[in-house]
């Protein structure tokens, strides 16, 4: 329990450790995974009535432009011009630098590579399951520079509160500001409940309350990353007594004419009946896949682990639609950006990389689909360490169903003066949360005559589905 | 000299519940004495007299007296689990606890979090943080705001530290982060609010945002140029590091200007322009007082202490008057925070009798709270002093900790409403259900059902009040209800949990052990029950 904080591995050491691990080390069993990865495939039954869908949400507001860099010698240059202090050199990319399944004409000819400390990422995505989509973000319909600047709000409205974390947080997932309470996970989650023997186990946070994973009609449901959390003094009376224990559970569970306290008792009920449901069919899930590959601990990692098992427990549990939600914390880097970054990135890669992993161990990594999402993207201008919040960002999409190595969208120019961003290198999207959300809501089976409405603004959008999945 | 707000009020005007309820709202324990005062002085005079009660030991001054200025091989001046042992230590064992109470409540307005504050002496930061809320507990806002901004801990927390002024060459910009977060969370808030706390709507029918990025980027110019202010700190050559350990009076010392590193750009936000070249201390000083004198100060900040220490969803009439308070303290005053506790505190939708048809009446208490009025209450005791109790935030934790919210975002947003609720329904807001869930609920009652019985490291709970009593079930439930609960639990519950209770067979003759394990259990059964957790 003891956290020291120092300064305990430098960026040296931690980058050559990246570019071993690229190659060999701890990221072999993933070569090896993906190597034998039509093998798994076939093992699955084909039909294998399953499909999962899992946000991984970086809170904060990643910063793009050192998850997916510049590496091509010109805009490199620039990106090092703009970024300054908080920029890679290029030699350092060279080991994470990504060559496309088939080769793509980018914008100026860019070419990328992955930050250093993703080196799982980029087997990923060389091996064709993982794909980036680039410049995606929140907007109510397309809108240029000009429109932007302008102030005909009326045929161009933006999403409310931009660069503001919390109403951009939730706009992310419920595609509104502040006070959504029906996220986009959940709404796909209401068109799913009715396949699903448990329909309190369709919209699944392992992080806390998200709105995400909040419908119209399904719930969201919560667990930890030991799996449901018992009440043990209702089982164990333990300096107690049974009357006691009796009693303990009646007051939590017993409705109220108080509407707060009637929550309670509800929230109270959920937690105990699912609790022993859950947790005695993951008592039989075993699952090889380490989690734990890096020194450090990685909450995210746990949180995936827990997903996880789930889905490995899913037929004990009669699961077959499944949206899940974890995430990560730590990404407003407004400085010491260069070091903190550094370390949430190998968190990602790693808890990414390793459930990953764990699908195909399952048989599933076709029916499990993994996404990240975040607040915002951040300016390409420094501010001394750090960056600002931005708009657009760059995303990935995980899982064997993935049409991936390969990038999906515009990629913007590395400028801070072109018209792709308003200021500060703050991108303007060129692809709405709407599109990517509707990509993966079909893969998951929503019919697109139900698309707009989990999507209400999809019908703005020309091109609803991006075809990474 | 100071106006009263209520009438005065005597002994039989205030019911023992009355006096408990307030209690609990305006401190977090009760005990006896404390009841029998309100009852005694009524609730203003009770107010007056804690505004001019003496200070507890502060807690840079804990921590030393603790040893945690020990300078040592083991490096503890880079640990951070010393700040928890003293926010823990301010809030459950100092006296000044109506204080402690107000400080807490201001601790999730202006918020900064031991989870990152890194490099020399966390704990010492997060003291002197802790110490500007208790000194301007009872000051003004305008003053608040001033020593928020240049708190050591929160330039780290919010990048004011090391902010530097833009710089064209290399295209630069300075650091938004804090400009930003002063106007969205700790004055103004996102929207123009009229001075009741509802939203003004523009033409369009549409909230009128009250600022839009130029305003933060002007902004940011204000705060460039600051950074830990070194000059009384001493540098320690030590032998088990290649660098010197250093001194923690930075940590206390409001940031220093470097003026070479601030903007001399003009800046224009909010409708208010600070001319290119003012100094520094001028730009800060415009810049503070344009966000203290906006009118959204006093319902944005007004409401969200109402929801702190009453009601989760206060009358509009209600906030317009504590917003009348902020505005004018009765002298001319604007931003005097004491005004604003009795404005809080004494409003007649306070103290008026809950409503039990209000089915929407009052506010989930938050875990800290709880325990902290259990501690109090029932006497956590530590022989050393020690109070080592960790960060708690976890699933298996009390899953709250004092000074450590997940973000600037607090642990739950004033606004939120809780999905697929009857709150929701009723389109009322319940800002700490962001925290409850099936896995919260269970770490809570799992938590408790240690610490109530065993305590904590060596903090060991007394129980003192209730001991001489522990024979007499029903008479445990009704202490404990009145003084946790201000008699909140109805009839039924209390008769059910005397019930459960006498199964423990405890008489006076049971060994104090014994007693403990049928206290414990009580304590158990009152601090789970719905029926005490939403505070009414």
């Known amino acids: ?469 | 000299m100071i106006k009263q707000a209520a009438k005065p009020t005597t002994l039989t005007a205030i019911s023992e519940a009355e006096a408990a309820r307030f209690l609990l709202r305006a401190q977090f324990g009760t005990s006896e004495g404390e009841i029998a005062a309100v009852r005694a002085q009524g609730y203003a005079a009770w107010l007056e007299a804690q505004f001019n009660s003496p200070r507890g030991q502060k807690g840079a001054d804990w921590l030393d007296a603790h040893g945690h200025n020990a300078v040592t091989a083991e490096a503890r001046y880079f640990w951070p689990q010393a700040g928890d042992y003293m926010i823990w230590n301010q809030l459950l064992a100092q006296p000044d606890e109506f204080r402690q109470r107000c400080a807490f409540s201001l601790s999730q307005f202006t918020v900064i979090s031991l989870n990152p504050i890194d490099g020399y002496w966390p704990p010492y930061i997060m003291a002197a943080w802790w110490n500007v809320l208790l000194d301007e507990a009872f000051g003004n806002f305008r003053s608040l705001l001033e020593r928020v901004t240049l708190n050591a801990g929160m330039g780290m927390y919010l990048n004011t530290k090391g902010n530097l002024k833009e710089d064209a060459k290399t295209g630069r910009e300075p650091d938004e982060n804090y400009a930003r977060e002063v106007m969205q969370l700790f004055s103004i808030g996102l929207y123009e609010l009229n001075p009741d706390g509802t939203e003004k709507k523009g033409p369009d029918g549409k909230p009128i945002e009250t600022y839009v990025q130029s305003d933060v980027t002007n902004l940011a110019r204000v705060f460039t140029g600051y950074d830990h202010d070194m000059s009384r700190v001493q540098y320690k050559k030590v032998a088990w590091q290649n660098f010197p350990v250093i001194t923690p009076e930075f940590t206390s010392d409001p940031m220093k200007l470097d003026p070479g590193n601030h903007s001399k750009l003009a800046v224009t936000f909010l409708g208010t322009t600070i001319p290119a070249n003012t100094p520094a201390p001028d730009s800060l000083r415009i810049a503070l007082d344009r966000l203290f004198n906006h009118p959204n100060v006093g319902p944005f900040f007004g409401r969200q202490m109402i929801q702190r220490m009453v009601t989760s969803n206060p009358s509009p009439a209600y906030v317009k008057r504590v917003a009348a308070a902020f505005a004018d303290n009765g002298e001319g005053v604007r931003g005097d925070l004491k005004a604003v506790w009795r404005a809080v505190l004494l409003d007649p939708e306070a103290l008026a009798a809950a409503d039990p048809k209000d089915a929407l009446h009052g506010k989930l208490r938050e875990p800290v709270q709880r325990f902290v009025s259990w501690a109090r209450t029932l006497g956590l005791k530590s022989e050393s002093g020690n109070c080592e109790i960790f960060a708690t935030s976890g699933q298996e934790g009390l899953g709250q900790s004092p000074l450590r919210s997940p973000s600037v975002f607090n642990f739950f947003r004033p606004g939120y409403v809780p999905p697929h609720t009857a709150i929701a329904k009723a389109g009322k807001q319940a800002p700490e259900f962001q925290i409850a869930n099936e896995t919260s609920i269970a770490g809570y009652i799992n938590f408790l059902s240690w610490a109530i019985r065993w305590g904590y490291k060596d903090m060991k709970p007394g129980y003192e009040a209730v001991l001489p009593i522990a024979h007499d079930p029903p008479a445990v439930v009704a202490w404990l209800n009145l003084h946790l609960a201000a008699n909140q639990l109805s009839p039924a519950s209390c008769s059910l949990i005397a019930t459960a209770l006498a199964s423990k067979n405890v008489t006076p003759d049971t060994p104090r052990d014994a007693k403990l394990d049928m206290l414990a259990s009580a304590c158990l059964l009152v601090l789970s029950a719905p029926e005490y957790l939403v505070q009414k």
């Not at chain 1, 419908?215 to 164990?236: F, R, V």
């Not at chain 1, 109270?268 to 009946?273: C, D, F, L, N």
């Open chain 1, 1 to 469: 329990m003891t956290k020291i904080v120092t300064e305990s591995v430098s960026r040296r050491t931690m980058l050559e450790r990246a570019a071993k691990l690229g190659f060999m080390g701890a990221a072999a069993p993933l070569a090896v995974n993906l190597a034998s990865m039509g093998e798994a495939a076939a093992a699955t039954a084909p039909g294998g009535d399953y499909r999962a869908l899992v946000c991984v949400f970086l809170y904060g507001g990643n910063d793009h432009p050192n998850t997916l860099i510049p590496y091509d010698k010109i805009n490199h240059a620039r990106y090092m011009a703009i970024r300054g202090g908080v920029s890679f050199q290029r030699k350092d990319l060279d080991a994470t630098a990504l060559k496309p399944i088939v080769p793509q004409a980018l914008t100026d000819d860019q070419q990328y590579a992955f930050a250093p400390y993703l080196p799982r990422l980029k087997i990923l995505f060389e091996g064709g399951k993982l794909a980036t989509q680039l410049n995606v973000g929140s907007l109510i319909t397309p809108v240029t520079r000009a429109q932007f600047d302008g102030s005909n709000r009326a045929l161009y409205p933006l999403p409310p509160k931009l660069f503001s974390h919390n109403d951009q947080q939730c706009y992310w997932q419920a595609l509104g500001s502040e006070g959504s309470n029906v996220g986009w996970g959940g709404r796909i989650g209401d068109f799913a409940m009715a396949s699903n023997d448990q329909s309190l186990l369709t919209c699944i946070s392992a992080a806390g309350n998200a709105v995400f994973v909040s419908g119209d009609k399904s719930l969201q449901y919560q667990i930890s990353p030991s799996g449901a959390i018992k009440i043990e003094t209702i089982q164990d009376p333990k300096y107690g007594s049974a009357a006691i224990s009796e009693a303990l559970h009646q007051l939590i569970t017993q409705p109220s004419a108080n509407a707060m306290e009637n929550e309670l008792a509800i929230i109270a009920r959920r937690s105990i009946e699912m609790e022993g449901i859950v947790n005695k069919a993951l008592d039989k899930v075993t699952l090889q896949t380490s989690f734990d590959t890096v020194p450090g601990d990685n909450s995210l990692a746990n949180q995936l682990k827990i997903v996880a098992r789930l889905i490995g427990a899913r037929k004990e549990l009669g699961s077959r639609r499944q949206i899940f939600f974890v995430s990560l914390d730590g990404f407003d880097h407004h400085s010491n950006l260069s070091k903190k970054h550094n370390e949430l990135m190998s968190k990602v890669d790693e808890a990414i990389a390793a459930f990953y992993v764990a699908t195909v161990e399952m048989g599933v990594q076709r029916e499990v689909t993994t996404f990240t999402a975040s607040d915002f993207g951040r300016t390409l201008v420094n501010n001394g360490d750090g960056s600002d919040h931005g708009w657009g960002s760059h995303h990935f999409v995980i899982g064997g169903a993935v049409n991936g190595g390969r990038y999906y969208g515009t990629a913007p120019h590395v400028s801070a003066t072109s018209d792709d961003q308003v200021g500060q290198g703050r991108l303007l999207p060129s692809t709405s949360i709407d599109q990517y959300a509707a990509t993966l809501a079909r893969w998951f089976g929503v019919p697109d005559g139900e698309m707009a409405t989990i999507l209400p603004n999809i019908g703005n959008f020309d091109g609803r589905y991006l075809g990474f999945v």
